[in-house]
T-cell receptor
């Protein structure tokens, strides 16, 4: 079985300060992990993905995430928040040998940027 | 540059009405999906399809059916809408294999309100 837990339902940071969105996963086998972003009234867009290559993954818009097997975590970070980062973020896990109907979505973290 | 198009952004229906939500993708993807998005619950898979005329139940298929007569089009049908089906519905498509495997492209969503 696989599952994913986003530890914070809401995160607020000031513009220009670092962003940390936390995600822990549970998987019996080697997982693939993703972060998607959803801006207001828009569909989900892929930010980045980890598929057993480099453990530090760089994505779009300055975001990156580090796969830590020992901690079963895949936290999303950005050094300096921008107003345009305000959105909802979803962590997603799938066992590597499964088809994409087996994607498991976290419950989401809403990121608010304070001017 | 729109790749997954959902026919209706907002719909308001009455209890018992039949509802059609349509989705079209222009990327020649084999796989198409319908998700439901509710606050605090993340995305839940309703149905998916691997090929034309194929359909598979997801995690919450009750009260829904689907149709895939052409590769590019995947329709979600609510035979008799109920108030607990008030939600945001997201369509997505993806490839079976290759470098894009398990990466989904989402439509902008259809917000359905059942009165």
């Amino acid at each position: 079985a696989q599952s994913v837990t986003q530890l914070d339902s809401h995160v607020s940071v000031s513009e220009g300060t670092p962003v940390l969105l936390r995600c822990n996963y549970s998987s019996s086998y080697s997982p693939s992990l993703f972060w998607y972003v959803q801006h207001p009234n828009k569909g989900l867009q892929l930010l980045l993905k980890y598929t057993s290559a480099a453990t530090l993954v760089k994505g779009i818009n300055g975001f990156e995430a580090e796969f830590k097997k020992s901690e079963t975590s895949f936290h999303l970070t950005k050094p300096s928040a921008h107003m345009s980062d305000a959105a909802e973020y979803f962590c997603v896990v799938i066992l590597s040998n499964f088809g994409n109907e087996k994607l498991t979505f976290g419950t989401g973290t809403r990121l608010t940027i304070i001017p | 540059d729109v790749k997954v198009t959902q026919s209706s952004r907002y719909l308001v229906k009455r209890t018992g009405e039949k509802v059609f939500l349509e989705c079209v993708q222009d990327m020649d993807h084999e796989n198409m999906f319908w998700y439901r998005q509710d606050p605090g619950l993340g995305l839940r898979l309703i149905y998916f399809s691997y090929d034309v005329k194929m359909k598979e139940k997801g995690d919450i298929p009750e009260g829904y059916s689907v149709s895939r007569e052409k590769k590019e089009r995947f329709s979600l049908i609510l035979e008799s809408a109920s108030t607990n089906q008030t939600s945001m519905y997201l369509c997505a498509s993806g490839r079976t294999g290759g470098s894009g495997a398990n990466v989904l492209t989402f439509g902008a969503g259809s917000r359905l309100t059942v009165l």
